[in-house]
């Protein structure tokens, strides 16, 4: 299995556990001794893994549960760290998540997590072809 290969099957792991809350099979996604940190919707930044998996249970111990999927994703590797950037589905909202996985101990764990709403792209507003020739 190449590197690619385990980053895509580990973020489908992830969104595994949230959309079946299973507090055990996220926290054992999340690295250990490496630093971590996770942005959800609308909350501030956590840092460290205290922070990051007591949010998480949060998340997950909710009595509204939602299921997630993801969409589109991106692998970017970057020696012993990797970007999966996709799409989460939450019923009928489309939110862009980055998942930043780094290796420890020899395998990859997840370091970073973000999502947050993407903007609708409206059907009465043109998009030009090319983008302008000065920015500023």
Known sequence: MTDRDTLLALNQAFYRAFTNRDVAAMEALWAETLPISCIHPGWTALFGREAVLTSWRD????????????????????????????????????????????RENGGWRLAHHQAGPIAHQRADVEIPAKPPRRLH
């Open 59 to 102: 998340v997950l111990g909710s009595p509204n549960g939602v299921t997630v999927q993801a969409r589109n994703e991106r692998v970017t590797l970057h020696n012993d760290t990797a970007l999966v950037v996709c799409e989460e589905m939450l019923g009928s909202a489309v939110l862009a998540a980055t998942n930043l996985f780094a």
